[in-house]
């Protein structure tokens, strides 16, 4: 049987010490360019693959680090999970990643199956910033990150966007082009979404719209959901029943209600306005291009991961790191000025 090539071989053929070697693997410091140019060629002849089983005994790390996210079938936790992707590759890690959809308890049973396989960190989407999945990683000391929620906890380090900022951005928005009966489409189990109709709410007082006259429809997150939601609400009520706007918790519901409406020969924006929250990949793509509030998701993963990396390594500060990010508008075709 042939014999798997070692580091001792690769640091023979180099003439350097096993510990140059492995210098040079690791893209570390304290080795000159040209040093590590020659190892990694020799290592590359030698048809050398370096043993993550003895670097992890060696360094006590596995190199990994697991990513919970809610639903990955919405592009924006992919968006999130691709500025994870970016920072961890970068730093020499590998990203496991998996997905609650909006389960407790899977969040849970997955938390703990990503420990038991010795990520050195967790980045997390919880659906509720109190779940079990949190106490078990702070009572086993697991390095770990918040995205897309905020805790009260002083010792958990999150990020997150500025949700009310973004509702109040949104609702403001329609209220300037003149429209006064709006549908809310949302939810108010998580905390991002009830912040965001807090802030939908803030931008109605501030025009005087009582809160009563709008409708309020729930509970929803993903795509086919709205859709359903739509085609009950307009199967029961009719379609002379619709408000002059529409806004809702996240696109995916966004194009879920515009496809209902579609169906059903309502048109956008000429009779109803349709504004989501998130601004998703395909927002811009859709038959008619969505009007929304800009989340920068890349950005979230950017610095979760980044914050998390440190942390592992020992470079973050002993205090947890909390960070708020600003939406924005993004203006389409979706909705219109009442004349």
């Not at 025009?207 to 859709?227: M, R, T």
Request: aromatic share 6%; glycine share 6%.
């Amino acid at each position: 049987m042939k014999r798997h090539t070692t580091i001792e071989d690769v640091a023979k053929a180099a003439g350097v010490s096993k510990s140059t070697v492995s210098r040079a693997l690791n893209n570390a410091s304290r080795i000159s360019i040209e040093t590590r140019e020659r190892v990694l060629r020799i290592a590359e002849e030698l048809k050398f693959e370096p043993s993550h089983i003895a670097r992890s005994l060696s360094t006590r790390r596995t190199m990994t680090v697991g990513v919970l996210l809610e639903d990955i079938l919405n592009s924006f936790f992919t968006e999130v999970a691709k500025g994870v992707e970016t920072v961890v590759k970068k730093a020499g890690y590998t990203m496991l990643l998996t997905s609650s959809d909006y389960d407790l308890e899977e969040e849970y049973r997955l938390t703990r199956i990503l420990v038991r396989n010795k990520v050195d960190g967790i980045l997390i989407t919880p659906i509720r910033e109190d779940s079990k999945a949190i106490e078990f990683l702070k009572s086993r000391h697991i390095p770990f990150f918040m995205m897309n929620n905020k805790s009260e906890d002083p010792d958990v380090s999150w990020v997150d966007t500025e949700n009310i900022e973004g509702g109040y951005i949104g609702a403001k928005y329609l209220t300037d082009l003149g429209h006064r009966r709006m549908m809310y489409i949302g939810s108010d189990k998580l905390r991002g979404t009830r912040e965001r109709f807090e802030g939908f709410r803030k931008a109605l007082e501030e025009k005087g719209i009582p809160l009563d006259d709008q409708l309020i429809l729930g509970d929803v997150n993903a795509q086919k959901e709205g859709y359903a939601l739509m085609n009950r609400f307009l199967e029961k009520e009719g379609v002379s029943s619709l408000p002059t706007a529409i806004m809702t918790v996240n696109d995916a519901v966004a194009i879920g209600v515009l496809e209902s409406l579609i169906e059903h020969n309502v048109k956008i924006p000429e009779d109803v306005s349709l504004l989501g929250f998130d601004d998703i990949n395909i927002a811009g793509l859709i038959r008619v291009p969505l009007t929304t509030v800009h989340q920068p998701k890349f950005a979230m993963g950017e610095v979760a991961s980044y914050m998390l990396i440190n942390a592992i390594e020992g470079q973050a500060r002993t205090r947890a790191q909390q960070f708020l990010l600003k939406p924005h508008l993004v203006v389409r075709e979706s909705c219109r000025e009442l004349s």
